[in-house]
């Protein structure tokens, strides 16, 4: 069965902090990998995504996240974050046997100036 | 480009009442998701349509609850009766088929049962 398991349930960080988000899934197949933010009033959008190819991809806002195939991992990281950041932070893997999109519990992440 | 269009955006409704949820996909997207997330909690899976069949409905909560996808257009989601635990923000999603493309989400319908 296809789950996904995020660490971090709430983060909180200042200005310029650098940032991780920890993120497993377990799913025996194939994976499409995907990073969707949600700000405070907004609709999930599209963060980040990892189809093939390179491990490291990079997203809008300054994210990046590396696929780690043999630790079943895709975190989520940025350098230094913005008090714009404060959002939820879901992970999300995709069968490709299936197209089944699922989601981690989400990180509330909250930036203080 | 149309995105994902749900409707209501919100919804109030007594105990014991029907509501249905209506979800219009991005026009020629096969893959049509529902979820729903309770009181700030997990984006919980409920159900996925490819075109008007159900791919994989093993999260929907109980068989009060009915989605439709006819024609593999737009798709509805009735709660027949709600109970109060029904509540909460229940999100549509639409995707091409195959791998390698991403989800778009609607903004979601609120629903609140009191």
């Known amino acids: 069965a296809q789950s996904v398991s995020q660490h971090n349930h709430h983060v909180i960080l200042s200005e310029a902090a650098s940032l991780e988000l920890g993120c497993n899934y377990s799913y025996g197949g194939t994976v499409n990998l995907f990073w969707y933010v949600q700000y405070p009033g907004q609709h999930l959008q599209l963060l980040l995504k990892?189809?093939?190819?390179?491990?490291l991809v990079k997203g809008i806002k300054g994210f990046e996240a590396e696929f780690i195939k043999s630790k079943f991992s895709f975190n989520l990281r940025k350098p230094s974050v913005q008090w714009s950041d404060t959002a939820e932070y879901f992970c999300?893997?995709?069968?490709?046997?299936?197209?089944?999109?699922?989601f981690g519990t989400g990180t509330r992440l909250q930036v203080f100036p | 480009e149309a995105g994902v269009t749900q409707f209501p955006s919100h919804s109030v409704i007594e105990k014991g009442q029907t509501v249905t949820l209506r979800c219009d996909p991005i026009s020629g997207h096969d893959n049509l998701y529902w979820y729903r997330r309770v009181m700030g909690k997990e984006i919980k899976f409920l159900l996925h349509f490819v075109k008007e069949s159900k791919q994989d409905e093993s999260g929907m909560p109980n068989n009060r609850f009915l989605a439709e996808r006819t024609g593999g257009t737009y798709s509805t989601l009735k709660v027949q009766p709600a109970e109060l635990e029904d509540s909460g923000v229940y999100f549509c999603?639409?995707?091409?088929?195959?791998?390698?493309?991403?989800?778009?989400f609607g903004q979601g319908t609120r629903l609140t049962v009191v």
């Open positions: 999300a893997p995709r069968s490709y046997n299936t197209d089944k999109l699922i």
């Open positions: 999603a639409s995707s091409p088929r195959g791998m390698n493309t991403e989800a778009f």
């Open positions: 990892y189809f093939s190819g390179d491990p």
